[in-house]
Antibody, heavy 121, light 115 residues
Framework: QVQLVQSGAEVKKPGASVKVSCKAS????????MSWVRQAPGQGLEWVGW????????DYAQKFQGRVTMTTDTSTSTGYMELRSLRSDDTAVYFC??????????????WGQGTLVTVSS | VVMTQSPLSLPVTLGQPASISCRSS???????????LTWFQQRPGQSPRRLIY???NRDSGVPDRFSGSGSGTDFILKISRVEAEDVGVYYC?????????????FGQGTKLEIK
């Protein structure tokens, strides 16, 4: 069965960076992409960006352009999201989501368990 | 694309039906002829779980009391008989990775609770 297992909770100071990992199993990693979605406390869902594990192509939400980098390691079936210059309003649970490999219609299916990133001085 | 859900709060008696509406600001019909409208359920303290994809296709393991319908810009998620385990927030969502920056757009979420 498809599983996405994320790294543990992080506490960071404003201005720092965080890198969250998402290890996939139960499917051929390079045939799919991975999106990242975040959820601030008590709020709705917000898309951060997407990477194709097949091509390496990325697509980031405009508000995160220049601050986020997504990568994949097909040898370990792991996706990574790095967010820099953290601010207090980046405090949220970050989810990885299995998605399509191609640029086109998105098809999110399976979600990781989420990683809480807390930004506080 | 803007996705608008209603109602935002949905108190339902156990065993009664429930219905959530999702309206998009533009047609969600993609160039391949499919309509990529997805419904997710998020139970308290859990990750979202996909229930329905491409308007009306139920995911494996999703009870058949859940159904999706609609076309173009108007979509509905129906629960034929609400059970206690259905408590949570339901989101509709559309997504595309072209043009760049489009990404996912979620509705605001509908919180279903038991009356």
């Amino acid at each position: 069965q498809v599983q996405l297992v994320q790294s543990g909770a992080e506490v960071k100071k404003p201005g720092a960076s965080v890198k969250v990992s998402c290890k996939a199993s139960g499917y051929t990693f390079s045939n799919y992409g991975m999106s990242w979605v975040r959820q601030a406390p008590g709020q709705g869902l917000e898309w951060v960006g997407w990477i194709s594990a097949y091509s390496g192509n990325t697509d980031y939400a405009q508000k995160f352009q220049g601050r986020v980098t997504m990568t994949t390691d097909t040898s370990t079936s792991t996706g990574y999201m790095e967010l820099r210059s953290l601010r207090s309003d980046d405090t949220a649970v970050y989810f990885c989501v299995r998605d399509t490999a191609a640029s086109g219609a998105a098809d999110p299916s399976h979600w990781g368990q989420g990683t809480l990133v807390t930004v506080s001085s | 694309v803007v996705m608008t859900q209603s109602p935002l709060s949905l108190p339902v008696t156990l065993g009664q039906p429930a219905s959530i509406s999702c309206r998009s600001s533009q047609s969600l019909v993609y160039s391949d002829g499919n309509t990529y409208l997805t419904w997710f359920q998020q139970r308290p303290g859990q990750s979202p779980r996909r229930l329905i994809y491409k308007i009306s296709n139920r995911d494996s393991g999703v009870p058949d009391r859940f159904s999706g319908s609609g076309s173009g810009t108007d979509f509905i998620l129906k629960i034929s008989r609400v059970e206690a385990e259905d408590v949570g927030v339901y989101y509709c969502m559309h997504g595309t990775h072209w043009p760049p920056g489009s990404g996912y757009t979620f509705g605001q979420g509908t919180k279903l609770e038991i009356k």
